[in-house]
C-alpha cells in the first residue's frame, strides 16, 4: 500500500509562476488536507475537502486554490507564486469525519520560490 | 477557540535518559489530543492520541502521555530515550464530536538524543 503520494518532492518557482502539487491516496478515504509547514509554526491548515467534488477553505487559504474531482486525487495550486508561499506542503487523509480518525501525511513537497 | 503551547523549541536528552515534552492546551469543550512525530524528510505520524476514558495513554515505540485535565495538559514522555527517538514531536487538539478539519497544531519541539 502506497498510503499517500505527493508529486512532486521538490520544486523551485519563480515569482509569479503557477504550478499544482498533486496528492494521491489509495485507502479509499473520505477527508484530504493541505497543510504548510514552516519553521516555529507547526502545521497549518490551507484547504480540506470532506468528499469527492467539494473543498472547503482552513486557516490560510489566500494565495491557493484546490480541486477534488476524484476521490483519490486533491490538488492544490498556486496560481501566481509568492517568496511568502516558501515553505513544506503536507498532503493528509483521514478516513471519515471524527476526532478518533488520525491524519494519513504523505512525505512532503519542498516548494521554494525566489 | 483551542490552541495549543508546546514549551520548548529544543530538547536535548541523552540515550538512556527520561524524555518530557510539554503540552498544553486550551479548549472551552472537552478536546481530543494527540502527538505526532516527524522523521527527516517523511511526514508526520500519530503517536498517541487522547479521546475519552483512561487519562493515560501509551503509544508506539514506548512512548506515553497523560491527560490532566486540572492542569490543561498531556505531556508526553519515554522512561529510555534511544537515539531512533529522534525527531519533531507535535501536539495537537481538537474538539469533542468535531471534525479532523479542526485540528490544530502546536509548532513542535525538536528532539535530539546525545550518545
Known amino acids: 500500500n502506497a498510503g499517500v503520494t505527493q508529486t512532486p518532492k521538490f520544486r523551485v518557482l519563480k515569482t509569479g509562476q503557477s504550478m499544482t502539487l498533486l496528492c494521491a491516496q489509495d485507502?479509499?478515504?473520505?477527508?484530504m488536507y493541505w497543510y504548510r509547514q514552516d519553521p516555529g509554526m507547526g502545521l497549518r491548515l490551507i484547504h480540506y475537502?470532506?468528499?469527492?467534488?467539494?473543498?472547503a477553505k482552513g486557516e490560510v487559504p489566500d494565495g491557493y486554490n484546490v480541486s477534488r474531482l476524484k476521490k483519490q486525487n486533491f490538488l492544490l495550486g498556486l496560481e501566481s507564486a509568492a517568496p511568502s508561499q516558501t515553505s513544506v506542503y503536507f498532503c493528509?487523509?483521514?478516513?471519515?469525519?471524527?476526532?478518533?480518525?488520525?491524519?494519513?501525511f504523505g512525505n512532503g513537497t519542498r516548494l521554494t520560490v525566489t | 477557540a483551542q490552541s495549543v503551547t508546546q514549551l520548548g523549541s529544543h530538547v536535548s536528552v541523552s540515550e538512556g535518559a527520561l524524555v518530557l515534552l510539554r503540552c498544553n492546551y486550551s479548549?472551552?469543550?472537552?478536546?481530543?489530543l494527540f502527538w505526532y512525530v516527524q522523521y527527516p524528510n517523511q511526514g508526520l505520524q500519530l503517536l498517541l492520541k487522547?479521546?475519552?476514558?483512561?487519562?493515560l495513554v501509551k503509544g508506539i515505540n514506548g512512548f506515553e502521555a497523560e491527560f490532566k485535565k486540572s492542569e490543561t495538559s498531556f505531556h508526553l514522555t519515554k522512561p529510555s530515550a534511544h537515539m531512533s527517538d529522534a525527531a519533531e514531536y507535535f501536539c495537537?487538539?481538537?474538539?469533542?464530536?468535531?471534525?479532523?478539519?479542526?485540528?490544530?497544531f502546536g509548532t513542535g519541539t525538536l528532539l535530539a538524543v546525545q550518545p
Open positions: 493528509a487523509s483521514t478516513p471519515a469525519q471524527g476526532d478518533n480518525s488520525p491524519l494519513h
Open positions: 485507502m479509499n478515504h473520505e477527508y
Open positions: 475537502s470532506v468528499g469527492e467534488g467539494t473543498t
Open positions: 479548549s472551552s469543550v472537552p478536546p481530543y
Open positions: 487522547y479521546t475519552t476514558g483512561a487519562t
Open positions: 495537537a487538539v481538537s474538539s469533542y464530536g468535531g471534525a479532523t478539519n479542526k485540528l490544530i
